[in-house]
Nanobody, 123 residues
Framework: QVQLVESGGGLAQAGGSLRLSCAAS????????IGWFRQAPGKEREGVLC????????NYADSVKGRFTISRDNAENTVYLQMNSLKPEDTAIYYC????????????????WGQGTQVTVSS
């Protein structure tokens, strides 16, 4: 069964850090781009960061520049989202999603989605 599983979410204080993981099962991530997206209550899903199969990263959200980084470990079949200097406005459900090779600006072009992990940042 092809699936992505996010983990690492939880409760953090403002200024703190969390690292989210996106683990693939049923397929290899080597030739896939992986994007991280988030959705806060009452808001549309927005892109955060994406990493291509060549490990080139694309930033979708100005609000996370300098605070969040994305990386991949193909040997572990996992992509990570390191979140530092967290702010209450980062509170959301975070999803990872896969598409072939390269990142895309369009959410609809990502084929496989995880179930999401909740991140809550307290002030």
């Amino acid at each position: 069964q092809v699936q992505l599983v996010e983990s690492g979410g939880g409760l953090a204080q403002a200024g703190g850090s969390l690292r989210l993981s996106c683990a693939a099962s049923g397929f290899r991530l080597d030739y896939y781009a992986i994007g991280w997206f988030r959705q806060a209550p009452g808001k549309e899903r927005e892109g955060v960061l994406c990493i291509s199969y060549t490990s080139r990263s694309t930033n979708y959200a100005d609000s996370v520049k300098g605070r969040f980084t994305i990386s991949r470990d193909n040997a572990e079949n996992t992509v990570y989202l390191q979140m530092n200097s967290l702010k209450p406005e980062d509170t959301a459900i975070y999803y990872c999603a896969a598409r072939s090779l390269y990142c895309s600006d369009s959410v609809s072009r990502f084929d496989t989605w995880g179930q999401g992990t909740q991140v809550t940042v307290s002030s």
